[in-house]
């Protein structure tokens, strides 16, 4: 049995986060959650976890938090994950993604937390070799990317300078129940989803042939919510996920598959990223043990059928949108 230790989690009302939240419950850990809100919901919450609301860019906040606590772990899982936006968002981005991640890693050094579990993203890798691997050299292509990787560098040096224990995980394109179907900017799967419970036509950025390893939450959140009691996988960067990539064309035959649709396919102008990504798990799997992984069919029907529980969500256009220029016109539309 584990010891029980107080542990602060970062967007905890999140997709991935409150996931991570509910294993780490399971394993009945004192779990305090910081949240805004902004893309999370009030009934993704653990009941038996501490729900605080608020923006991890809040300093003041954040240092009332570790001083009223006694913090040993901290999970940080709150971003704005909006990767093709991030160019359009710039001032936005390295607010909430890179500031805000800055003002967490403070405090844990002042408090001297045992270990800072950080979720990045394969977007640090950019156009890169496939599989991409955690030995390559990261040159994102986007500011969401960059922040990321900004991040990684400054636990990093944190670790050096002053002992601060670290573990990242660079996810990728993660899906599933509780993923929240109302943002178009993100989440390609629920994007779809969404759009065919509206009744809308489908639509892609480009031809379709751009490929992603699509990866089922319940593969993901315990592998990060155990990571903590693995002496073996401090201070090291591991790449989580799905293996086998898809292209977007591919994708989208499935979810109408589930979803029992007919729906339109509507294709615009190609926007500006990756063409191709899809990263290497030997290193987790050498440290974390060969675990078997949710097939894409098996994934998505288990994701169509919590949001055909749920129905559709609302979409609404990112209200501080910082650069007009060459933002993709269906971006602008409000649908």
Same mark, same amino acid.
């Given at each position: 049995m584990k010891t029980v230790k107080t542990i602060l989690i970062t967007g905890g009302a999140g997709f991935i986060g409150s996931h991570v939240v509910d294993e780490l419950i399971k394993q009945n850990q004192n779990v305090i959650i910081l949240d805004d809100l902004s893309g999370g919901f009030v009934e993704n919450i653990n009941k038996k976890a501490k729900f605080i609301k608020g923006d991890i860019y809040d300093y003041e906040l954040v240092k009332k938090i570790f001083s009223e606590n006694k913090i040993d772990y901290v999970f940080h899982l709150a971003a704005y994950a909006a990767e093709g936006l991030s160019h359009f968002i710039k001032r936005f981005n390295y607010n909430n993604n890179l500031i805000g991640s800055i003002n967490l890693i403070n405090q844990s050094i002042i408090h001297k937390i045992k270990c800072f579990v950080f979720t990045s993203s394969i977007a640090v890798y950019g156009k890169n070799q496939l599989p991409m691997t955690e030995e390559i050299t990261p040159v994102p292509e986007d500011p969401y990317g960059i922040?990321?990787?900004? @991040?990684?560098? &400054?636990? #990093?040096?944190?670790?050096?300078?002053?002992?601060?224990?670290?573990? *990242? /995980?660079?996810?990728?394109? @993660?899906?599933? &129940?509780? #993923?929240?179907?109302?943002?178009?900017?993100?989440?390609?799967?629920? *994007? /779809?989803?969404?759009?065919?419970?509206?009744?809308?036509?489908?639509?892609?950025f480009g031809n379709g042939e751009q490929t992603r390893a699509f990866s089922y939450i319940g593969d993901v959140a315990p592998v990060i919510a155990d990571s903590i009691w693995n002496k073996k996988a401090l201070n090291e960067i591991f790449n989580i996920g799905a293996d086998v990539p898809y292209s977007i064309n591919q994708l989208i035959n499935k979810v109408k598959d589930v979803m029992n649709s007919d729906a339109e396919i509507k294709y615009f102008e190609a926007r500006n990223e990756v063409e191709h990504a899809y990263s290497s798990h030997k290193k987790a799997e050498g440290i974390f043990g060969i675990k078997e992984k949710t097939s894409l069919d098996d994934g998505i029907k288990k994701m169509a059928a919590w949001v055909k529980k749920h129905g559709a969500k609302a979409t609404k256009n990112f209200d501080e949108i910082e650069i007009e220029e060459k933002l993709p016109p269906v971006w602008k539309e409000n649908n």
């Open positions: 922040a990321k990787y900004a @991040v990684e560098q &400054e636990l #990093q040096v944190s670790n050096k300078m002053f002992g601060l224990n670290y573990i *990242i /995980f660079r996810p990728h394109n @993660v899906y599933g &129940e509780r #993923q929240n179907i109302g943002d178009k900017y993100r989440n390609v799967i629920g *994007i /779809f989803m969404n759009q065919i419970l509206q009744k809308k036509p489908l639509t892609i």
